[in-house]
């Protein structure tokens, strides 16, 4: 079974920062990480922050300058650190992927269960 586990949120003050792991587990050869979502109470999830095909990166206007995302596909590992925490940037956070299984098979758009960030004022 593949999944996709997120690690390293928590509660944490205003200006202060947390760096989020996302590590895919079971039968699987290599990820190709997509990005980190968000979903806060109440409103849609949303593209906190993506890797581009061309292996850049791209980020909401929100977070630029604060937040960097960062892989390792062989480690099939994914992170973000995020810097200058403001409590608009509260929400559920979920990294999300395709999965190479042992089998030779793509999974496309693989998520994780998120994990949640507090950021208090």
């Known amino acids: 079974q593949v999944q996709l586990v997120e690690s390293g949120g928590g509660l944490v003050q205003a200006g202060g920062s947390l760096r989020l792991s996302c590590v895919a587990s079971?039968?699987?050869?290599?990820?190709?990480?997509r990005g980190w979502y968000r979903q806060a109470p109440g409103k849609q999830r949303e593209l906190v922050a993506a890797?581009?095909?061309?292996?850049?990166?791209n980020y909401a206007d929100s977070v630029k300058g604060r937040f960097t995302i960062s892989r390792d596909n062989a480690k099939n590992t994914v992170w973000m650190q995020m810097n200058s925490l403001k409590p608009e940037d509260t929400a559920v956070y979920y990294c999300n992927a395709d999965v190479l299984s042992v089998g030779m098979r793509w999974l496309y758009d693989v998520w994780g269960q998120g994990t949640q960030v507090t950021v208090s004022s």
């Open positions: 079971g039968s699987i050869l290599r990820i190709n990480a």
């Open positions: 890797f581009t095909s061309g292996g850049s990166t």
